[in-house]
């Protein structure tokens, strides 16, 4: 039975792609600070095994990893909202603190677990549509998601046989959208669904999707899927 690490699993797309991946039968175990998240998350999903980490803490990443054992599948969905905004008005220590959110994390969950993976493991990571696509106003947070990106072809070859992949997620209905009220949200999403190809705003399903194909076909590494409505055209 393979172990699946996911780290930020406790809610939106990294519990999605939990909830797919222990249908398969994996053995999953998700990591986060939240603990309120993480207690719901075990309320929906009574098989999911939950662990309280904040990713940026090398030792209790490594601490976590070797409580978990031979993990075959490692997933990192760490996210953050900030870093929007037109360049000349961006907060350059909110810029910062985006990249201190998701980037480093990202960075340092995978060295940390590195020891612990085996021999053919699979490393997913999220990234987003704003590293691709030349969208005002997303400069910041656009150059976060690259550089997470960035990541995947050089671990791809240094790392082999252990795959290394990515998705890159456009508009999702996740709680990434925390900065909009609930009676906002509708009227943005519509504005938004209405501009993509597709039509509508994906669901945290949708990614978890691309993300259980990335992590147990074993003919995919060194890849970035964009699943993004159709934004990279719109």
Known sequence: MPTTLIIGGSSGIGLATAARLSTLGDIVHIAGRNVTSLSEARRQHPSLISHELDARDFDAVASLAAEVGVVDRLIVTVSGNKGVGPLADLDLECLRSAFDEKL?????????????LAHSASVTLVGAITARIGMPETAGIGSLNAAVEGLVAPLAAELAPVRVNAVSPGYVDTPWWSMLDDEARPAVFKQIADGLPTKRIAAADDIAQVIELLATNPNITGTVIESDGGARVA
Request: proline share 15%; charged share 10%.
């Open 104 to 116: 480093w994390p990202t960075i340092t969950a995978l060295k940390a677990a590195l020891p612990h």
